[in-house]
């Protein structure tokens, strides 16, 4: 298994509140990703990172920002939670590396409920 | 944009049985192609995967795809299904040439298997 660490893996929060998941890899992979996982929408990216500090948007980044100041850490936060982000979220890494048999692989997940 | 179609939701076959699970996908080239499979409250485990080369991809578990370039198809496979294949099965493709892996998912394809 690829060494990555969701925390926390679940959680329960009140609308407006902040909250922030962390994911850790033990892997000095260059790409992490942020995913959450809905019924009937399969899983969809929030935003991905390229290196320290670089990060972009995905298809769903809209009320998150994320941050990785360091290699082996990429945090996702949700501002102020709303309910419509009571999802699964899925932490990811890997990607080119010029390696044969490169591939993404995720972590746990981290259920959060916003009430 | 890249899309990905699963057009089956739920699909129960008999222990033993022969499995085909349809995947199609919409993009300019070809991409990278991914099956991934999930169990109920587990994270994501890579099946197999198609970058170049043989169109017939082994991956572990006993699964196989073919990717079919004038269909625009990469179904996923199984000679004789056992009662532990039952889990949800994800197709997705990345963009291929790109700078990382940022997946689009299906909406996913639910296994059951009858003893």
């Known amino acids: 298994d690829a060494g990555i660490t969701q925390s926390p893996r679940h959680k329960v929060t009140e609308t407006g509140t902040p909250v922030t998941l962390r994911c850790h890899q033990t892997e000095n992979h260059r790409y992490m990703y942020w995913y959450r996982q809905d019924p009937g929408h399969g899983l969809r990216l929030i935003h991905y990172s390229y290196g320290v500090k670089d990060t972009d948007k995905g298809e769903v980044s809209d009320g998150y920002s994320v941050s990785r100041s360091k290699t082996e850490d990429f945090l996702l936060t949700l501002e102020s939670a709303t309910s419509s982000q009571t999802s699964v979220y899925f932490c990811a890494i890997g990607g080119p590396t010029g390696l044969a048999g490169n591939t993404i692989y995720f972590g746990e997940g981290s259920w959060l409920t916003v009430v | ?115």
């Open chain 2, 1 to 115: 944009a890249q899309s990905v179609t699963q057009p089956d939701i739920h699909i129960t076959v008999s222990e033993g049985a022969s499995l085909e699970l349809r995947c199609n996908y919409s993009y300019g080239a070809t991409p990278y192609l991914f099956w991934y499979v999930q169990s109920p409250g587990q994270g994501l485990q890579l099946l197999l995967k198609y970058f170049s080369g043989d169109t017939l991809v082994q991956g572990i578990k006993g699964f196989e795809a073919e990717f079919k370039r004038s269909q625009s198809s990469f179904n996923l496979r199984k000679p004789s299904v056992h009662w532990s294949d039952a889990a949800e099965y994800f197709c997705a493709v990345a963009p291929s040439g790109a700078g990382s892996y940022q997946l689009t998912f299906g909406k996913g394809t639910k296994l059951s298997v009858i003893p």
